[in-house]
């Protein structure tokens, strides 16, 4: 067990350098702009420093403030597919403030795939559907709340996971190295492991905890951070 601590605080260690290297220096300018889209039911997005957060609007679009230290490589629509993708300037200098991307659709949009990765920045989305949606982070939280579709797989090494009132048909993944893992719906099997313990319903678990049931199927897996379970189906 000792080891698997260690590991996660050098992992910690290591994250949180990376994610200050890419976004620190002095006297950057930022990027800022907002482009309205064709419409699209698929979303590609992979950024560096900025948070990612989803809106309901009149349109198709996408607001960005960034950092002049993270370039833009691509933002375009193609066969109903968005893609904003950045990369970071080799040159690191101080740079901290909001950054963000800002997705805008109509009220009624449904998505068929949503690919959400961020290095050091949080993802927010309320209150969409999702048929398949897979959201990562390095050193930033995620939060999702209202979501339906089929799947979920959400990942983190340091920040935490929050999972709230999301209807998902199929299977939900979530894995962490040192964030809190929260999750509050109706599941049904569940299987959670952590060395940082597991909470059921408000009932201390342990470090492993298994129920069986139908669907949706809910994976929570942490080294260290604390797992956080509310079944609403049986409580």
């Avoid at 933002?75 to 101080?94: H, M, P």
Wanted: glycine letters at 8%.
């Amino acid at each position: 067990m000792k080891k698997y601590v260690i590991l996660g605080i050098i992992l910690i260690c290591s994250v949180f350098v990376f994610a200050w290297r890419l976004t620190s220096g002095q006297d950057a300018k930022s990027i800022q702009g907002k482009e309205t889209l064709d419409a699209f039911d698929s979303v590609f997005i992979d950024v560096i420093g900025a948070d990612v957060l989803f809106v309901k609007g009149n349109e198709y679009a996408i607001d960005y403030h960034l950092s002049s230290r993270e370039m833009i490589d691509i933002v375009k629509v193609s066969d109903g597919e968005l893609y904003f993708e950045t990369a970071v300037s080799r040159k690191w200098k101080k740079d901290f403030d909001d950054w963000k991307i800002i997705v805008t659709v109509p009220e009624e949009t449904t998505f068929e795939n949503v690919k959400i990765s961020s290095t050091a920045g949080k993802i927010i989305m309320d209150d969409f559907f999702i048929e398949e949606g897979e959201f990562e982070t390095t050193a930033g939280k995620i939060e999702l709340s209202h979501i339906q579709g089929d799947s979920l797989t959400v990942k983190s090494v340091s920040h935490p996971i929050k999972l709230e009132d999301c209807a998902i048909k199929e299977e939900i993944v979530c894995e962490t190295t040192a964030g809190h893992i929260y999750v509050n719906g109706q599941f049904g099997s569940i299987h959670a492991k952590s060395i940082g313990g597991i909470i059921y319903n408000d009932i201390k678990q342990g470090r492993l905890f298994e129920t069986r049931g139908k669907e949706p199927r809910v994976e929570l897996k942490s080294v260290s951070g604390k797992i956080e379970i509310h079944n609403k189906e049986i409580e």
